[in-house]
């Protein structure tokens, strides 16, 4: 019995040191799956670490790629950009409207920059946002001060400013006055460091398209067709009008456009025998080209007097077009008149009053361009003293057109008066062909010798521009040039375009400058009278003035302002983008800016002013010269 039981003992025993044991392995077991468990997560974690890190600098280097492609064009990220680098890839792209979060960025020159990256599944976003603009741009008021500013204290100011200096006076309606000085004046602040700096400029772009200013352009418009005679046989013989009565002639009136070389001229323009009837010339050859072959030139035979020549002030050698106008009124005391470009060069009494032009009735007399006539019958007789030189928009009036007539012929197609008096008009737009339509009648000319056809941008006074719609498409590369002063005045010139003279410009009486339209003046600017440039922030108009800038008298615009010279004045005007300005005064009276300016010198500004923080055209990849920037603390990562 002692043996059974000590057996029994024993195989409980066992049964407790197996259960025992089968225990302890459960939960060794159970204990190593969570240790290895553990240590899975914690390799996972580790691992997703160590590729958010990657991620995260994958990310900034997308950014990197796409700041350079926008510093070497802007163009080049319309479109995403894409890369691979150690593993993984990034993706970086351009928002003009949008942040990361949907929401409407606060300025049309704001546009987002992001850049996504991903590795191993782990994807990390960064992002920028960028100015079109330099910093100081992003500022309502930027000032320099190398110069004294006054602000007055009526005048409101909403939006952050800067200013190199104390601020005086001072209506500033929401934003920080910023300034550079530790202890500023009238509740300034301290911007610290680095301070903002005055935007880097590069005007190379505008200084080069004006080194290639050459021509003048005036009324009309386009490339339009032009003749040039070569001096050596060139000429036209007109058909059909004909000269054979004494005194036939009481009242006259000759236009023509002009364009001589300093080696042209010749006999004439027009030409109805000076001895006979009357010759209208330009550069007479002469071989002086300082005296009267430098000139205009009126000669006429009166009925009773016989010849009188006359000669003009106007030097008009100068590769220049000119719209000269011949006038003879019998009944005036000074009834010989040349007027050069609009304006009254000369005026002569050359005979008795009421003396008609035609010599004793002796001859008949064809006319000529181009040469002078001795022609008793069509084609026949001449001279043989040949002009050099261009000419265009030619017409023959039995009329005296007054002072106040005489720029209504710069361009008769445009001509509202009465063509009753008109005898012929070759407008020469044929642009081919040996035969000039007379545009009136029947009185055709006939090119003889093969003067040839070329083009010229613009038809009208030399710089000087009436009530034109300008269509920049119609020239050569969009671009309208001119190469002294240009005035345009009442007109509507649409782009995309540009408008260059390396004189002075003139906008005035109501006209409009549409959108995409680059305006730049080697000159002063002088803009006044109703006019608007561009049509909204969203279709702006680039300007660019070398010298002295005016904006006055209900003046609108839109864009980008620049001005280089010693003064810029605002009277009366609407200005609504960016304004550049080098100028050492600045004055403001009764202008609203709503926008930026940035001023390298000083500001005057009166009570009636007011300057606002607002949009700014959107000029990524315009040819403005500015930089864009990266708005401060606009870096995010996410």
């Not at 996972?44 to 958010?52: H, I, K, L």
């Not at 007399?365 to 050099?388: K, P």
């Not at 003035?545 to 003064?567: E, H, Q, R």
Request: aromatic share 10%.
């Amino acid at each position: 019995m002692t043996s059974s039981f000590t057996k029994k003992i024993k195989n409980e025993s066992g049964m407790a040191l197996t259960a025992s044991t089968m225990f302890i392995f459960v939960v060794l077991s159970i204990m190593a799956f969570y240790l290895a468990r553990f240590s899975i997560l914690n390799s996972e974690s580790a691992g997703n670490y160590v590729s958010s890190i990657r991620a995260r600098n994958l990310s900034q280097t997308g950014l990197e790629v796409g700041l350079r492609s926008v510093k070497a064009s802007y163009s080049s990220l319309q479109s995403s950009v894409s890369g691979s680098l150690n593993g993984g890839s990034y993706l970086v792209k351009v928002d003009n409207t949008k942040d990361e979060q949907n929401t409407n960025l606060t300025y049309n020159h704001y546009s987002l920059l992001e850049s996504t990256s991903q590795i191993a599944g782990v994807t990390r976003s960064s992002r920028l946002i960028l100015s079109s603009f330099p910093d100081a741009f992003n500022l309502a008021f930027y000032g320099k001060n190398n110069g004294n500013s006054t602000f007055a204290s009526s005048s409101p100011i909403s939006g952050d400013l800067y200013f190199n200096g104390n601020f005086g006076t001072l209506n500033q309606q929401s934003g920080i006055a910023y300034s550079s000085l530790t202890s500023p004046s009238n509740g300034g602040l301290f911007h610290g460091i680095p301070l903002v700096e005055f935007p880097s400029f590069d005007n190379s772009y505008y200084e080069n398209l004006l080194s290639t200013v050459s021509g003048t352009y005036g009324s009309g418009g386009g490339d339009s067709p032009a003749l040039y005679f070569d001096g050596s046989d060139d000429y036209a013989s007109i058909k059909n009008i004909h000269y054979d009565q004494k005194g036939e002639i009481p009242n006259l009136t000759v236009s023509a456009w002009v364009k001589l070389p300093s080696n042209g001229g010749g006999w004439s323009i027009v030409d109805f025998d000076r001895s006979e009837y009357y010759t209208c010339a330009v550069g007479i050859a002469n071989g002086n080209t300082t005296a009267e072959g430098d000139r205009v030139a009126f000669h006429t035979a009166g009925e009773n007097s016989y010849i009188h020549d006359m000669w003009g002030n106007t030097p008009i050698r100068d590769g220049q077009w000119h719209h000269i106008v011949w006038v003879y009124n019998s009944s005036e005391v000074n009834e010989k008149k040349i007027y050069v470009d609009g304006v009254l060069d000369k005026e002569m009494s050359a005979y008795p009053t009421n003396e008609r032009l035609g010599y004793q009735g002796r001859w008949r007399r064809y006319g000529f361009l181009g040469d002078g006539s001795e022609a008793a019958s069509y084609n026949s007789n001449r001279n043989n003293q040949y002009y050099r030189g261009y000419m265009d928009e030619i017409s023959i009036w039995h009329r005296s057109f007054l002072a106040n007539e005489v720029e209504s012929l710069e361009n008769v197609s445009n001509y509202s008066g009465s063509k009753t008096t008109l005898q012929a008009y070759w407008k020469m737009d044929e642009g081919s062909g040996t035969t000039l339509d007379d545009a009136h009648g029947n009185n055709d000319a006939i090119l003889i010798n093969s003067p040839s056809w070329q083009t010229r941008e613009g038809v009208g006074s030399p710089g000087v521009v009436e009530s034109e719609t300008i269509n920049l498409s119609s020239f050569t590369n969009n671009i309208l040039v001119n190469d002294a002063l240009l005035t345009l005045n009442n007109c509507v010139v649409n782009g995309p375009g540009v408008i260059m003279t390396n004189g002075n410009l003139t906008i005035s009486g109501n006209s409009t400058i549409g959108a995409n339209v680059t305006i730049i003046s080697g000159g002063n600017v002088t803009i006044s009278g109703n006019v608007t440039i561009g049509s909204s922030i969203e279709n702006y108009s680039i300007m660019y003035c070398k010298n002295n800038l005016n904006l006055s008298n209900s003046t609108t615009f839109y864009g980008v302002l620049i001005g280089k010279g010693s003064s810029s004045t605002f009277n009366n005007a609407n200005i609504y983008g960016a304004s550049y300005l080098e100028s050492q005064t600045v004055s403001m009276s009764n202008t609203a800016i709503v926008g930026s300016l940035v001023s390298k010198y000083s500001l005057g500004i009166d009570g009636s002013s007011s300057i606002t923080k607002g949009h700014l055209p959107d000029i990524f990849g315009a040819n403005v010269g500015f930089n864009p920037s990266v708005l401060p603390g606009s870096h995010l990562e996410y």
